[in-house]
């Protein structure tokens, strides 16, 4: 082939190229373009090794015309390549175009559960009236639930609280009244104790208002002037704090082991206002808690001087306040992680 032949061979490949390139529409027919004019088996490569036979003279124009059809063949690959990613970027971009008229996602907040509820706020009301919070273990031991709580092993008290046994002398706690002789041992004999104790217990119960699992708090307060008047003082400001400034208080007198003497209150009904219905058993009156002044036995059990100290104890039950307060009708609920029934008490 001499110089001239090749230059309009050259021409003439140039010309189909750019024929060709038009046609290329996708990645697919740009490969098939790129073998055919750009790969092994294209004129290009042939035109390479036929320069072997090229006279010496003709060699450098030969060669810049090779260059040269190389170039142009490889600006067509390059810029079609280039237009072809532009497309599918402008078409990505166009799927995936982000609509901002759309309302956004939320992060759902839980809520607080109704136990809990009533813990946190008769926790930050004794905590206004200066208490501590004490806490004690659920496995406890028989000596601290019972016998330093003035209730020795034959005492018939017991049969009201049947608890679950660990082992010969350690129990699921029955009542929170056990923080009562891990704080006074903590104090050594010394007062002023004012602490609240909230936390679980557990007694073979099981009915729509009792459970196997159940929540107290226990308050004690030990000092040389506590007096009956500060106990009942204290739990008719609780009490109306939980259901309201128009529930009256009535105390009537009971019976603890470990308070003497004992009272158990009652608010005035807050469904019926007192004239009676099914939810006061048509009494008026709701029974609420147990309380008491701290029997003289169980300062001295626990190492205060009962001469010295007196002091004020009550106990009450959380799930029957969140039941009472919330009007829930199975103390179950609480207790069947049932996220639709927890929402409920949602606070937005
Ligand atoms: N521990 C009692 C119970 O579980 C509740 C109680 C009553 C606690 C009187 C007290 C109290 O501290 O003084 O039934």
Known sequence: MNLEEFKKKSEEEIALA???VDDVKDENSLNLFKGKFLGKNSNLTSFFASMKTVPNEEKKDFGILLTNLKTKLNAFFQKKEEELKQI???HRLEKERVDITLPGYQKELGSKHPFYAIVDDVTDFFLGLGYDVAEGPDVESDENN???MNIPKDHPARDMQDSFSIDETTIL??????VQARVMAVAKGQGPIKVIC???VYRRDNDATHSHQFGQIEGL???EDA???NLLETL???LRHLFGDKREVRFRPSFFPFTEPSVEADISCFECNGKGCSLCKHTGWIEILGSGMVNPNVLRLNGFDDKKYKGFAFGIGIDRVAMLKYGIDDIKRFYANDVNFIDQFRKE
Do not use: D
């Not at 706690?173 to 056990?178: A, N, Y």
């Open 198 to 200: 909230p936390g679980k």
């Open 173 to 178: 706690r029955s009542h929170t009244s056990c």
């Open 18 to 20: 750019q024929k060709e």
């Open 227 to 229: 007096t009956f008047a």
């Open 236 to 238: 008719t400001l609780l």
């Open 221 to 223: 307060v030990i000092s």
């Open 146 to 148: 019972f016998e330093l």
């Open 88 to 90: 599918a970027l402008n």
